[in-house]
């Protein structure tokens, strides 16, 4: 989540930027990787000559960025007052500085916002898993989820770590949703209003 958050925030800083060189057209590129993707065949052997097939680095770049997301942020960035960079560039500020100093502090709404979607992402994903990971011990926790709740019971590998004989099968399904909710029940509540707020961006123009 911090990757996708970093990639995510400086790519939109710079978009936000209208006096960027081809600005336009970069943005257009990303909106076109909304509407077409490359599919799943392409990006399977593109993963595979990468030689990231079993690995955790797969988990986390596969969905490291989010066009979507990165226009949030952008209109967000668009709302800040433009005065604000320009004075601190006056005083010898440094793009980075601007956007560390400045723009990230104002921006909690959206950066709460867009941190929460990649954090429900990268929680509920299990196909990319399935696709590109076979050693079980890198499995997240909701291909474990859906092994259980397709074959009504405890994957092998986890019955023989138990050495038990397995609880009732509606036991297992209704702990295991359980379980796998909880962390989402307890983070949603601390970055709320945040949230709300963050969900507000670009709606409005005036």
């Known amino acids: 989540m911090l990757l996708a958050l970093f990639l995510t925030t400086t790519v939109a800083y710079a978009l936000a930027e209208k006096r960027l060189p081809g600005r336009k057209g970069i943005i257009l590129i990303f909106v076109f990787t909304m509407l077409f993707k490359g599919g799943m065949i392409p990006t399977y052997i593109t993963i595979q000559q990468l030689g990231l097939l079993n690995t955790n680095y797969v988990l986390i770049l ?11 942020m952008k209109s967000f960035f ?15 500020a440094s793009e980075f500085r601007i956007l560390r100093q ?5 921006s909690m709404p959206a950066i709460a916002s867009v941190g929460l979607l990649y ?4 929680w509920n994903d299990f196909f990319s ?4 990971v076979s050693d079980w011990n890198k499995a997240p926790v909701q291909l474990v989820l859906r092994s259980i709740i397709a074959s009504s019971s405890l ?3 986890l019955l023989e770590t138990a050495g038990r004989t397995p609880p009732p099968t509606v036991g297992i399904q209704m702990a295991a949703i359980v379980i796998v909710a909880l962390p989402m029940l307890i983070i949603y509540p601390l970055i709320q209003r ?9 709606s409005v123009k005036g």
């Not at 668009?78 to 004075?87: A, G, Y």
């Not at 954090?119 to 990268?122: F, R, T």
């Open 62 to 72: 596969v969905m490291a960025f989010s066009a979507f997301n990165m226009i949030i």
């Open 78 to 92: 668009e709302s800040i007052p433009e005065s604000l960079r320009e004075s601190a560039s006056l005083d010898g």
């Open 102 to 106: 400045i723009i990230l502090p104002l």
């Open 119 to 122: 954090m429900v992402v990268y």
């Open 129 to 132: 898993a399935m696709l590109y």
């Open 155 to 157: 994957p092998p590998e």
């Open 194 to 202: 945040y949230f709300d707020q963050g969900m507000m961006v670009g």
